[in-house]
Protein backbone atom coordinates (compact mmCIF):
# COMPACT_ATOMS: atom_id res chain seq x y z
CA UNK A 1 0.00 0.00 0.00
CA UNK A 2 1.44 3.28 -1.20
CA UNK A 3 0.21 6.19 1.29
CA UNK A 4 1.48 8.82 -0.62
CA UNK A 5 -1.21 8.32 -3.16
CA UNK A 6 -3.63 8.16 -0.23
CA UNK A 7 -2.42 11.84 0.81
CA UNK A 8 -2.58 12.92 -2.50
CA UNK A 9 -6.33 11.84 -2.57
CA UNK A 10 -7.06 13.27 0.79
CA UNK A 11 -5.19 16.48 -0.82
CA UNK A 12 -7.17 16.93 -3.83
CA UNK A 13 -10.38 15.93 -1.48
CA UNK A 14 -9.79 18.81 0.93
CA UNK A 15 -9.32 21.23 -2.25
CA UNK A 16 -12.62 20.52 -3.87
CA UNK A 17 -14.30 21.11 -0.52
CA UNK A 18 -12.65 24.68 -0.34
CA UNK A 19 -14.35 25.35 -4.28
CA UNK A 20 -17.57 24.40 -2.97
CA UNK A 21 -17.61 25.90 0.42
CA UNK A 22 -16.50 28.80 -1.73
CA UNK A 23 -19.20 28.89 -4.27
CA UNK A 24 -21.78 28.33 -1.56
CA UNK A 25 -20.65 31.51 0.46
CA UNK A 26 -20.73 33.62 -2.57
CA UNK A 27 -24.72 33.19 -2.66
CA UNK A 28 -24.12 30.69 -6.04
CA UNK A 29 -26.36 27.82 -5.24
CA UNK A 30 -27.27 25.09 -7.58
CA UNK A 31 -31.13 25.23 -8.47
CA UNK A 32 -32.90 22.38 -7.37
CA UNK A 33 -36.01 21.39 -8.95
CA UNK A 34 -38.67 19.48 -7.40
CA UNK A 35 -38.92 15.76 -8.47
CA UNK A 36 -41.65 15.40 -11.08
CA UNK A 37 -43.31 11.93 -12.69
CA UNK A 38 -43.72 12.18 -16.67
CA UNK A 39 -46.69 9.50 -17.08
CA UNK A 40 -46.08 7.88 -20.78
CA UNK A 41 -49.21 8.03 -23.39
CA UNK A 42 -50.09 4.56 -22.54
CA UNK A 43 -49.99 5.05 -18.86
CA UNK A 44 -51.91 8.05 -19.08
CA UNK A 45 -54.91 5.79 -20.98
CA UNK A 46 -54.84 3.17 -18.71
CA UNK A 47 -55.10 5.37 -15.66
CA UNK A 48 -58.17 6.43 -17.83
CA UNK A 49 -59.82 3.15 -17.91
CA UNK A 50 -58.90 2.70 -14.47
CA UNK A 51 -60.41 5.57 -13.34
CA UNK A 52 -63.70 4.78 -15.61
CA UNK A 53 -63.97 1.20 -14.25
CA UNK A 54 -63.92 2.62 -10.39
CA UNK A 55 -66.58 4.84 -11.51
CA UNK A 56 -68.99 1.91 -12.85
CA UNK A 57 -71.78 0.61 -10.45
CA UNK A 58 -69.90 -2.72 -8.63
CA UNK A 59 -73.37 -4.48 -9.53
CA UNK A 60 -75.39 -4.15 -12.70
CA UNK A 61 -79.05 -4.09 -10.63
CA UNK A 62 -80.60 -4.37 -14.45
CA UNK A 63 -79.29 -7.63 -14.97
CA UNK A 64 -79.54 -8.71 -11.61
CA UNK A 65 -83.56 -8.34 -11.64
CA UNK A 66 -83.14 -9.73 -15.24
CA UNK A 67 -81.87 -13.24 -13.99
CA UNK A 68 -84.08 -13.04 -10.39
CA UNK A 69 -87.36 -12.48 -12.42
CA UNK A 70 -86.62 -15.08 -14.89
CA UNK A 71 -85.87 -17.87 -11.96
CA UNK A 72 -88.71 -16.56 -9.91
CA UNK A 73 -90.78 -17.67 -12.94
CA UNK A 74 -88.98 -20.69 -14.01
CA UNK A 75 -87.63 -19.28 -17.46
CA UNK A 76 -84.23 -19.70 -16.20
CA UNK A 77 -82.58 -22.86 -17.72
CA UNK A 78 -79.28 -24.13 -17.71
CA UNK A 79 -77.66 -25.58 -20.48
CA UNK A 80 -75.86 -28.33 -18.63
CA UNK A 81 -73.60 -29.40 -21.54
CA UNK A 82 -72.24 -25.98 -22.12
CA UNK A 83 -71.39 -25.40 -18.48
CA UNK A 84 -69.79 -29.14 -18.24
CA UNK A 85 -67.64 -27.30 -21.20
CA UNK A 86 -66.88 -24.18 -19.75
CA UNK A 87 -65.85 -26.00 -16.30
CA UNK A 88 -63.20 -28.27 -18.30
CA UNK A 89 -61.86 -25.74 -20.31
CA UNK A 90 -61.21 -23.79 -16.61
CA UNK A 91 -59.96 -26.19 -14.87
CA UNK A 92 -57.61 -27.10 -18.53
CA UNK A 93 -56.57 -22.86 -18.13
CA UNK A 94 -55.96 -23.60 -14.22
CA UNK A 95 -53.29 -26.78 -14.59
CA UNK A 96 -51.40 -24.23 -17.13
CA UNK A 97 -50.49 -21.70 -14.60
Not at 25 to 44: C, F, K, N, W, Y
Request: charged fraction near 30%; hydrophobic fraction near 30%; glycine fraction near 4%.
Amino acid sequence: MNIKNIQNIAKVYGEQTKVSKGAKSQGVSPTQRPDEVILSSHAQEVSQHLRAIKNMPEVREAKVQEFSDKIATGQYKVDSRELAERIIAYSKNERCY
